[in-house]
């Protein structure tokens, strides 16, 4: 086990880093609190609708008058707030948007009924971000801090989410419920941290220590097909190595959900959206491993182990976080170390030829001996191009030189 687990260990703020219980009563689902409001969410899809989605969301037990907001991604705020349309709200009730992201709601005896339209951007020149909500006439991806809205205040309230689609096909780190098509989130940043991709994908599943892991692939028609056995046994060959380098998994189950057409990825606390564009795994079905195993690991450092201006749910800006090196950088050190001990496919042929490359990058940019690895994460996102001058940088890279030196400095 590489030393380096000692720093990621040592990185939270204490030393129960994943908080264990104490007592029997924090094994419960949900913990509520009678002044809690009580929420749920119906987001429905039309048959051949590829433009937006709606949502409903009922509320009760609140405060006569309350704020609904919309939650601000840390690190890929796409303001999907400029998307809402159509909004309405029961009788006996008003709401008024106070700001950008963030409505008032005044209602008689603190029930309501908020509706409204997410209208779906222009389409991105494909290939598209695997994160951002799409629909086609086979499927897409909803939910997420994209759809919904929250109670600012309260946001450890439980919600019932209902998904209403064309499609019988649901994949989301939300939890099940005995309705195939309800599921339940045990807080609001639970709501907002599990997208949810509907259609007609392709899926397999795995365990991993006895833990459920979930495949789901949504395709395109006219597409190229490619080796799925030998993509889903990468994958879960990864998962492997990773569980069982951190110790164990940290979630009830996980769900990889696969988009054709689509780059990047985004990390969530038990699920990730990922590109794969079917002609790359067609030529190679471990094209993407190398993004899913960098996203995958996202679950221990990033999500668990995580900045301390990541602070949950907020429609606020979030703060330069001077810490991403450790967060992606480790990450990327980690991801490359997997799919070795996987015996899977790799960019470079050895660890050696990997640093050397590693190295050359580092020094062959002059941005690396001007500015600190807090100053280069400070602008890795959500900052104007131009916030080092005339240099750029890498957190990413930064962060793999230096988490492969602390590595050696802690094995010596």
């Not at 951002?132 to 997420?144: A, D, E, H, N, V």
């Not at 050190?333 to 050895?350: E, G, I, K, N, V």
Request: proline content about 7%; glycine content about 6%.
């Amino acid at each position: 086990m590489p030393a380096l687990l000692c720093l990621l260990g040592a990185a939270s703020a204490t030393a129960l880093a994943q908080n264990p219980q104490r007592h029997f009563t924090d094994g419960v689902e949900a913990r509520f609190a009678r002044s809690q409001p009580q929420i749920a969410y119906t987001i429905t899809v039309a048959p051949g609708d590829t433009t937006g989605f709606d949502v409903r969301m009922f509320v009760s037990n609140a405060p006569d008058t309350f704020r609904v907001a919309m939650a601000r991604h840390p690190e890929y705020d796409d303001r999907f707030h400029r998307y809402v349309e159509r909004l309405r709200i029961s009788a006996q009730a008003a709401i008024a948007r106070e700001d950008s992201a963030l409505w008032r709601v005044t209602t008689n005896g603190g029930s309501a009924v908020i509706e409204y339209r997410i209208v779906l951007p222009e389409r991105e020149p494909s290939p598209r971000a695997a994160w951002r909500p799409f629909l086609s006439l086979t499927g897409g991806l909803i939910g997420g801090p994209h759809a919904f809205m929250y109670v600012v205040g309260s946001e450890l309230a439980p919600a019932h989410v209902e998904v209403i689609t064309p499609w019988p096909g649901i994949a989301t780190g939300l939890t099940p419920t005995l309705a195939p098509t309800t599921f339940f989130a045990a807080n609001a940043y639970v709501l907002v941290e599990s997208p949810i991709l509907v259609g007609q994908y392709r899926q397999w599943s795995f365990s991993v220590d006895h833990v459920p892991h979930h495949i789901a692939y949504l395709g395109h028609q006219g597409r190229p097909p490619f080796d799925t056995a030998a993509f889903r046994n990468g994958v879960e060959r990864m998962t492997q190595q990773a569980v069982r380098l951190f110790g164990r998994a940290p979630y009830r189950e996980y769900h990889f959900l696969f988009q054709d057409l689509a780059w990047g990825g985004l990390e969530h606390h038990n699920s990730v959206t990922l590109g794969a564009p079917s002609d790359q795994l067609t030529r190679d079905p471990n094209a993407v491993l190398a993004e899913t195993a960098h996203e995958f690991i996202h679950t221990w450092n990033l999500m668990r182990i995580r900045p301390a201006q990541y602070v949950g749910v907020t429609y606020k800006q979030i703060e330069p976080v001077p810490t991403l090196w450790f967060s992606e950088g480790l990450t990327i050190f980690y991801s490359d170390l997997l799919l070795r001990r996987a015996q899977l496919p790799t960019w470079d042929s050895t660890r050696t030829a990997h640093l050397e490359g590693l190295i050359a990058r580092y020094l062959s940019q002059p941005t690396y001996s001007r500015f600190s690895a807090e100053q280069v994460s400070n602008v890795a996102y959500n900052a104007p191009p131009d916030a080092l001058g005339d240099y750029s940088g890498s957190a990413h890279l930064l962060g793999e030189v230096l988490g492969s030196m602390l590595d050696l400095v802690v094995r010596d």
